[in-house]
């Protein structure tokens, strides 16, 4: 009985463009892994493309996947102030088809990829980054599927009946006081008579940002209601295994 190869995760800056926009992702990858896998993109929160949102990158490369940490500010910009965070947050919301236009564009880079299976490919968002990748479902975006952890839910875009491709998974804390009753109600209204396929997790207790370990310090830096929650991080990490997993056997 052979024993399984150790895995070599390997690391790597990307530079491409969208729409004269120069973008600097990072992808990860396990070099052991032989032939094309599934590819996941990975939307930063509203600080940008930060370590944090690199090291779930790696972490889908520990899954075997490829995993792609996009950006969607330029220049791999990140933000050191909340106020800072949501002007660039805003610019992308205000203009989604921009924003559309830069996931798109490293989507591309992704399936385009030897070692990466064009035809699987899925995308997880946090805080923002969850927003954005319900927004491509909701644009009909060839994804097998989408990921939001504690995003934003609301949108302007009016969703057809049967035109959402993705399923979608919700990893949502139920006590986000950034993401307010009526606006979940309102997207669950919505997915309704969009007959998209949805699984909606709510977590009680878990407050905004529950799956970053520098949330807490933030939150009290800048007096905003973020809270890290251990529990909740790994509960919600495990849901998503599954939901590739199942989404990417199909």
């Given at each position: 009985m052979t024993s399984p190869k150790a895995k070599d995760i390997r690391t790597e800056q990307i530079d491409y463009v969208a729409n004269g926009v120069k973008l600097k992702g990072y992808l990860a990858w396990d070099a052991n892994v032989s032939g094309p896998r599934?590819?996941?993109?990975?939307?930063?929160?509203?600080?940008?493309?930060?370590?944090?949102?690199?090291?779930?990158?790696?972490?889908?490369?520990?899954?075997?996947?490829?995993?792609?940490?996009?950006?969607?500010?330029?220049d791999a910009r990140t933000a050191s102030h909340p106020d800072e965070a949501g002007r660039l947050m805003t610019a992308v919301l205000d203009?989604?088809?921009?924003?559309?236009?830069?996931?798109?564009?490293?989507?591309k880079v992704l399936?385009?990829?030897?070692?990466?299976?064009?035809?699987?490919?899925?995308?997880?968002?946090?805080?923002?980054?969850?927003?954005?990748?319900l927004e491509m479902a909701r644009r009909g975006m060839d994804l097998q599927g989408v990921a939001s952890f504690h995003g934003n839910l609301s949108t302007r875009t009016h969703v057809k009946p049967g035109s959402i491709k993705a399923r979608i998974l919700v990893l949502h804390g139920d006590d986000d006081v950034l993401i307010p009753q009526?606006?979940?109600?309102?997207?669950?209204k919505e997915m309704a008579n969009a007959k998209a396929d949805v699984r909606f997790i709510g977590y009680p207790g878990a407050l905004h940002g529950f799956t970053n370990p520098e949330a807490t310090a933030n939150g009290k830096?800048?007096?905003?209601?973020?809270?890290y929650n251990e529990s909740v991080d790994k509960q919600s990490w495990s849901e998503l295994k599954m939901f590739l997993a199942e989404i990417f056997a199909q």
């Open positions: 599934p590819g996941v993109l990975v939307v930063h929160e509203w600080w940008g493309r930060t370590d944090y949102v690199c090291s779930r990158a790696r972490m889908l490369a520990e899954l075997g996947y490829t995993g792609f940490a996009v950006d969607m500010y330029g203009n989604m088809d921009e924003g559309a236009a830069r996931f798109a564009a490293a989507k399936e385009t990829r030897p070692d990466t299976d064009a035809a699987r490919i899925a995308a997880i968002g946090y805080c923002f980054g969850g927003a954005v990748v009526e606006q979940v109600a309102a997207f669950r830096k800048y007096g905003l209601p973020l809270v």
